[in-house]
């Protein structure tokens, strides 16, 4: 059987184990943060560069993939916030006791124990008691930042598939729009007469979109 030392070193290493959990968990949130703000910024360059010059299947499947996509990351932003935040039911964490409160209470176990190891062993009980509440406390807090966590990646993936086919589509609209400009394109002939009297000197002028015949 376990003595209260050892109990109370068991719990200790399981607290300490917890807090450190929460450390990592905090210094994480950067990673989501710069995700989001990255494909925030994609979309937001997918939906001003695309040239809608008409209505099609092209368009108005790049449209739906592009709002599912930014619902998808917003979802992703739900789940950073209360990833952070902890918003769940009003959690609130629990802390130990303060040194000088511990301290306080084992003073006053002097009142009502004789033998310093009966204060010890009472002291250790009650020890054990604030590091099992605490620990508890850290755990589910700890877990449901795991969770929000797990949920930012799984839709964070299902965004990136829908912004990845947007992605296709808005390079089908470029290579559309190029090409379609390049029909439009026009060449110019210009035929010019002065004088057709006694002669006739022809002088071809060439540019990049017209080409003039000048006869005089």
Known sequence: MRTSEQRLDFYKELFYKEVDRRKDFNNAIIIPITLLTGVFSIIFYLISAYKFSYWGVLSYGFVILLAASSLIFIICAFHTIRFYSNIDAGFQTIELPRP???????????????????????FNDWLIEQ????????????????????????????????????GILFIQNLIANRSENEEKQKFYINLKIESSLNKIDTTILADDDSLTLLLK
């Open 100 to 122: 000088n409160e511990i301290e306080d209470y084992r003073k006053s176990l002097l009142n009502y124990h004789k033998k310093a190891s009966e204060v010890e062993e009472v």
């Open 131 to 166: 590091y099992i509440m605490s620990t508890t406390n850290y755990q589910v807090n700890n877990d449901l930042k795991a969770n929000h966590f797990f949920q930012f990646k799984k839709y964070f993936f299902y965004g990136l598939i829908a912004l990845f086919l947007c």
